[in-house]
């Protein structure tokens, strides 16, 4: 089953990280081309119009199909595969893992993301100064609202979108393990969440995040810690 | 095949119009909640965590189900058609559609909604004040941008991800038909488009949304006329 796929991504974006973790999911083998997507001459501005990561390339009987953004990705992903690794069958289920893909693409990205990792990640690789102490405040407290509204769907519940693992979960943790990196989130807080993040990071399509590195930031003591 | 299915929705929210389109074009018959989601006493806020529309309620053996959030009605209407209405069959399609779907609910909405219908349509029924020059013309500049990359599809293609309709076609015309009623859409600049869209504009699931009317604003002369 495995085709010739070439990943391009980097490894501290969300989305970049939820195709990794799907891909693993659904065992695909693929090559990976590490972009940076800040610059000029990135690979991906050729093949993405919105020139963002991911974008994954897959060439079967000649044929080569550019499949771009995470929503492509899973949406092949989850195609192939008959709708039995991404999706849960259940019709209530499915309604909730895809509320919770938007949430994501939209709330979480723009009231945690675009604040939070814009300070922490952003600035440092675009060099535009030190992070702002009252942005780090706002992101932070955006984080802990949503946490606390995830910290209640992990407690009534196996995954974040009901009884089976879906996509809604691999984005999530796209999204919590780059803030996990940089050390931002108290899972000491978040009981129910913890347990569900760390059955997500003992599977094996988590272990290659872990051993990710960012210029400059070492990880969080606790980021590699199966047992956290 | 009819379910006893109610769509709340506001009629000049694209992804709202983006709904009633799809439900038109599945023959799923339904009933309608008008709602304002900046009121306080939205019933929205109780049904969807992000207390926006649009939100499908499916009423099926005495058990209902809620859909919220566009991409759930999608989803939805696509896993009961057997996937046949609203997403292409052909692979590259597939993929071209979810690209345009993620286009349209990121930089479209942060583009253009978010500057050009904040003013236009936000301000007034929040009662912000007039619209601001700069801004207009700001959200002006970036709708040109993204009409001409449209206008390069639909020159080559039959339908916007290719040679039959899609999810894409619906989201864009649900943002395209809400800035088209204040008359921001120059349609001899882009001939194919216009094709496109008149195409659409003639389809039955369309007709609902020729005759909305926003408090205070006439619609663009040309809004209704199938002929524009």
């Given at each position: 089953?495995?085709?010739?796929?070439?990943?391009?991504?980097?490894?501290?974006?969300?989305?970049s990280?939820?195709a990794?973790?799907?891909?693993?999911?659904?065992?695909?083998e693929?090559g990976?081309?590490?972009?940076?997507?800040?610059?000029?001459?990135?690979?991906?501005?050729?093949?993405?119009?919105?020139?963002?990561?991911?974008?994954?390339?897959?060439?079967?009987?000649?044929?080569?199909?550019?499949?771009?953004?995470?929503?492509?990705?899973?949406?092949?992903i989850?195609d192939?595969?008959?709708?039995d690794?991404?999706m849960?069958?259940?019709i209530?289920?499915?309604?909730?893992?895809?509320r919770?893909?938007?949430?994501?693409?939209?709330?979480?990205?723009?009231?945690?993301?675009?604040v939070?990792l814009?300070?922490?990640?952003?600035?440092p690789?675009?060099?535009?100064?030190?992070?702002e102490?009252?942005?780090?405040r706002?992101?932070?407290?955006?984080?802990?609202?949503h946490l606390?509204?995830?910290?209640?769907?992990?407690?009534?519940?196996?995954?974040?979108?009901?009884?089976?693992?879906?996509?809604?979960?691999?984005?999530?943790?796209?999204?919590?393990?780059?803030?996990?990196y940089?050390?931002?989130?108290?899972?000491?807080?978040y009981?129910?969440?913890?347990?569900?993040?760390?059955?997500?990071?003992?599977r094996?399509?988590?272990?290659?995040l872990?051993?990710?590195?960012?210029?400059?930031?070492?990880?969080?003591?606790?980021?590699?810690d199966?047992?956290?």
């Amino acid at each position: 089953m495995s085709a010739p796929a070439v990943l391009y991504h980097f490894a501290f974006h969300p989305g970049s990280r939820t195709a990794r973790l799907a891909l693993g999911e659904a065992r695909v083998e693929f090559g990976e081309e590490l972009v940076k997507p800040w610059e000029d001459d990135c690979p991906v501005i050729d093949l993405n119009p919105s020139g963002m990561p991911p974008v994954l390339t897959v060439t079967e009987k000649g044929k080569t199909l550019t499949l771009c953004e995470i929503d492509a990705i899973l949406g092949w992903i989850e195609d192939r595969s008959k709708g039995d690794v991404l999706m849960p069958a259940d019709i209530a289920e499915r309604a909730e893992a895809r509320r919770l893909t938007s949430w994501f693409n939209r709330r979480f990205i723009d009231e945690v993301d675009a604040v939070l990792l814009h300070e922490r990640m952003e600035k440092p690789l675009l060099r535009l100064g030190p992070p702002e102490a009252r942005m780090l405040r706002e992101g932070r407290d955006a984080l802990r609202t949503h946490l606390a509204m995830f910290e209640a769907l992990a407690a009534g519940r196996e995954w974040l979108a009901g009884r089976r693992l879906s996509q809604a979960d691999l984005i999530a943790a796209g999204h919590l393990s780059v803030l996990d990196y940089f050390g931002e989130i108290t899972w000491a807080s978040y009981p129910a969440l913890k347990t569900w993040y760390s059955k997500l990071k003992s599977r094996p399509c988590f272990r290659p995040l872990l051993t990710d590195r960012f210029p400059g930031v070492h990880p969080a003591t606790w980021y590699a810690d199966l047992d956290f």
